[in-house]
């Protein structure tokens, strides 16, 4: 079974900051990696999807790299926002399922 | 946004009755599945499906059953809740394997 964890658990930044969220898993034979996005109370919103194949994937101020040999993904946030205060979940895909890692909770404060 | 959705949303009931939570998705993706999330252990996945009438167990299936007679409709049945079934569930879907899955809102369980 496919075993993420994320580190740090809870981040708390100044408005500005660049910041690096870690992600890492235990299988290599991953078949694809996704970063998801969860306010309170809410759902996940996808926000990266890194196939096998891919080295990293952007969209706006996120990019997020995979290296499969390390086991390791991150997430980094460019010139973060008090709106990107949420909880950002990784989950590795060693097939169908998604297998999550238990999420950092990020503050961004003013 | 992907067009799913789940109902019902808050759902309080009593240990030993059966309970049904339906995701409905009008995308027409193939895959479905049902996770549950609770505090300690993140997201878990529960049961899936590949299409209609194939299904199969996650990692956390005990005491849970699932039906998905039609593309959009993936039902997840509690067969007796017990309260360690209170939990935040979670559908998602998928258009096919290895691409992004879309979640719905969840449904918020109170098993009393």
């Known amino acids: 079974k496919q075993e993420v964890t994320q580190i740090p658990a809870a981040l708390s930044v100044p408005e500005g900051e660049n910041l690096v969220l870690n992600c890492s898993f235990t299988?290599?034979?991953?078949?694809?990696l996704q970063w998801f996005r969860q306010d309170p109370g809410k759902g996940l919103t996808s926000l990266l999807l890194?196939?096998?194949?891919?080295r990293e994937q952007t969209s706006g101020r996120l990019n997020a790299s995979l290296d499969k040999s390390s086991g390791r993904s991150t997430l980094y946030i460019a010139a973060s926002q008090p709106g990107d205060s949420a909880t950002y979940l990784c989950?590795?895909?060693?097939?169908?399922?998604?297998?999550f890692g238990k999420g950092t909770s990020l503050l961004v404060t003013p | 946004d992907a067009g799913i959705t789940q109902s019902p949303r808050h759902k309080v009931t009593e240990t030993g009755t059966p309970v049904t939570l339906r995701c409905h998705q009008t995308?027409?993706?193939?895959?479905m599945y049902w996770y549950r999330q609770d505090p300690g252990h993140g997201l878990r996945l529960i049961h899936y499906?590949?299409?209609?009438?194939?299904?199969d167990k996650g990692e956390v299936s005990d005491g849970y059953s699932v039906s998905r007679s039609k593309t959009e409709d993936f039902l997840l049945t509690l067969e007796s809740a017990t309260s360690s079934q209170t939990s935040v569930y979670f559908c998602?879907?998928?258009?096919?394997?290895?691409?992004?899955?879309?979640f719905g809102p969840g449904t918020r369980l109170l098993v009393l």
């Open positions: 890194i196939q096998s194949s891919q």
């Open positions: 998602a879907i998928q258009p096919g394997q290895g691409e992004t899955q879309y």
């Open positions: 299988d290599s034979a991953i078949y694809n």
């Open positions: 995308e027409n993706h193939r895959y």
């Open positions: 989950a590795g895909s060693s097939g169908y399922a998604l297998n």
């Open positions: 499906s590949y299409g209609v009438k194939d299904t």
